[in-house]
């Protein structure tokens, strides 16, 4: 059974940069049959994708366009984990953060906990 | 704003049946049979009922199916429980350079 596990600060100043860790347990990062995402979820805007990492026989990295290069979302496979880091952060960036496995059928089949994110001074 | 229309409430009577919609168009749920749909209780992580339109995970009961048709999926829960009071969210493939899309979100009441 496969389980992510976030970590990451839950208070981010505006301007500064939100960064959040996914380790994995129970499957690789480097599996060629998952892939690794981001998303998260805000009273205001529902539920959003941002972005993507995967591995077939080179590493694919994605991102959601209304992201306008602020994301950057990188695998760690000495860690089997994953990272998000989204620079410039203002309050429109507060919400619960979400880590998830994507399988071979398209089946999001796996979540971290999800970590609050507050933008705030 | 969310890609996929849901009613914002729906509500049944334990033990009865009731169906939830997502309406989305031509390039997401018309085109691709990858839709999904999530339960989410409060305060938790969305949790996997369906994917591939129809197909339940392993541990997941059979009363709850999908379906669809042209641009609209739908979600049945039969037999329903108070454990089912939760937010159901849908969500479909959309092409690669969107490859999620979700819908606003329905509250099941259970009454």
């Known amino acids: 059974q496969v389980q992510l596990q976030q970590s990451g600060p839950g208070l981010v100043k505006p301007s500064q940069t939100l960064s959040l860790t996914c380790a994995i347990s129970g499957d690789s990062i480097s599996s060629n049959s998952a892939a690794w995402n981001w998303f998260r979820q805000s009273p205001s805007r529902g539920l959003e994708w941002l972005g993507r990492t995967y591995y077939r026989s080179r590493w694919y990295i994605d991102y959601a366009l209304f992201m306008k290069g602020r994301i950057t979302v990188n695998p760690d496979t000495s860690k089997n984990q994953f990272s998000l880091h989204l620079n410039s952060v203002t309050p429109a960036d507060t919400a619960v953060y979400y880590c998830a496995r994507v399988g071979p059928e398209w089946e999001l089949d796996s979540w971290g906990q999800g970590t609050l994110v507050s933008v705030s001074s | 704003q969310s890609a996929l229309t849901q009613p914002a409430s729906v509500s049944g009577s334990l033990g009865q049946s009731i169906t939830i919609s997502c309406t989305g168009t031509g390039s997401d749920v018309g085109s691709y049979n990858f839709v999904s749909w999530f339960q989410q209780h409060p305060g938790k992580a969305p949790k996997l009922i369906i994917y591939?339109?129809?197909k339940r995970p392993s541990g997941i009961s059979s009363r709850f199916s999908g379906s669809k048709s042209g641009n609209t999926a739908s979600l049945t829960i039969s037999g329903l429980r108070t454990e089912d009071e939760a937010d159901y969210y849908c969500?479909?493939?959309?092409?690669?350079?969107?490859?999620?899309?979700f819908g606003s979100g329905t509250e099941l009441i259970v009454l």
């Open positions: 969500c479909s493939y959309a092409g690669s350079l969107t490859p999620y899309v």
């Open positions: 591939g339109v129809s």
